[in-house]
């Protein structure tokens, strides 16, 4: 079978299965790891160690599988509804909109292993397979550019010209040639600067550069320990993700709807109560979760958020579910509970500030309530 035809049937197979974008390239050394390796050199990944690992196989899929001759790069869609009114209220937690519905690892993974089946067992056209969805050693951004998918916005998504920027990347990794795509080579940004300027903790830094120390969603699920002081009041009611970027952009404007029945939101992740949620034990966290990426940020990284929430709505009505934060298990949850309540700082915040300061052990803890206090 020619390249042509099998590239023809992989693409038509991958939209059959629900993939919006699909490109590809021939096996070759990154061009953009040296940037990669430089915007970790300068610490912008944060306490994120994990992408400092694999160099070498980031840099050639091939040090990895040398088997590789060609890559499928895929888009899904998981822009499934916009966000209700409502979302606006400081009392409701805003979740970003790809942790509305099921895990998306799990979903996708089943789609890739469908196309990899139909490749080498259907087709019988691929002695070897490997695929990847937000995990592998594969710079996904750079492939899905090379594979003419579309260009890397300023606030470093990637975006298609007629379906936005609201994907997960994907790729499959072959040993057969395949047709290559023709490079997305014009940058369609122009001169908008929407999502910089909207970006509430200053984290888009340079055109196509973020500083994920301040990016709420590396704050809100990546960060395992305390959320830095001075960023907590620009998180608002961001529980889970961040979003404003891409709601900002204009070529999200008119981006078409995934009806992908795995995506589509549950009721209870789309705009949940923060006190409520503030009140989650181990057993209630791990039920409600259990298919959600949210379960990924762990229940005392969750909490750690929602207090943060609760002390930027600053209302007195959340000083019984902060009190139970204030005695929870996690010192992480205890912290930041302990800054919400300093935050709304009237006499039945401050007594229970007093009362945990008789009782409590841990310094950091003490810490933030004595901070708290002194607010």
Request: aromatic fraction near 8%.
């Amino acid at each position: 079978m020619s390249p042509s035809s099998l590239t023809r049937l992989l693409q038509e197979k991958a939209s059959e299965l629900g993939f919006d974008l699909v490109g590809v390239i021939p096996v070759s050394r990154s061009k953009t790891i040296d940037i990669y390796n430089a915007w970790l050199k300068k610490g912008y990944a944060g306490s994120m160690e994990y992408l400092e690992n694999h160099a070498e196989l980031k840099e050639d899929p091939r040090n990895l599988f040398p088997e590789t001759i060609s890559l499928l790069a895929l888009g899904f869609n998981y822009s499934t509804a916009d966000p209700p009114a409502k979302i606006k209220n400081p009392d409701v937690g805003c979740i970003s909109r790809y942790s509305w519905g099921d895990d998306y690892h799990d979903l996708i993974r089943s789609k890739l292993s469908a196309l990899e089946n139909y490749l080498c067992q259907e087709l019988k056209a691929g002695n070897f397979s490997r695929s990847f969805v937000d995990s592998g050693p594969v710079l996904e951004r750079e492939v899905a550019h090379r594979a003419g998918l579309g260009w890397i916005g300023k606030h470093s998504n990637l975006i298609n010209w007629e379906k936005g920027s609201w994907f997960f990347l994907a790729e499959l990794l072959v040993d057969v040639p395949l047709e290559a795509n023709i490079p997305f080579t014009r940058v369609n940004c122009g001169t908008c600067t929407s999502c910089i300027e909207a970006c509430p903790t200053e984290a888009i830094i340079a055109d196509r550069t973020v500083d994920a120390r301040r990016c709420i969603s590396y704050l809100t699920i990546e960060l395992k320990g305390a959320i830095p002081v001075k960023l907590r009041p620009k998180m608002g009611n961001l529980i889970f993700g961040c979003d404003i970027c891409q709601q900002v952009c204009p070529w999200n404007r008119d981006a078409p709807k995934s009806l992908e029945p795995g995506l589509q939101p549950r009721p209870e992740n789309v705009a949940p109560q923060l006190i409520e949620l503030m009140q989650l034990d181990h057993a209630a966290f791990s039920e409600r979760f259990s298919k959600s990426p949210i379960k990924r940020t762990k229940r005392r990284g969750f909490l750690r958020n929602v207090a943060v929430a609760l002390g930027n709505w600053a209302n007195a009505e959340a000083i019984p579910a902060l009190s139970l934060g204030l005695c929870d298990s996690e010192p992480l949850v205890r912290s930041h509970a302990a800054w919400a309540l300093g935050r709304i700082a009237d006499l039945q915040a401050k007594t229970k500030l007093e009362e945990a300061k008789l009782t409590e052990k841990n310094q950091e803890v003490l810490q933030e309530i004595e901070t708290a206090l002194g607010a």
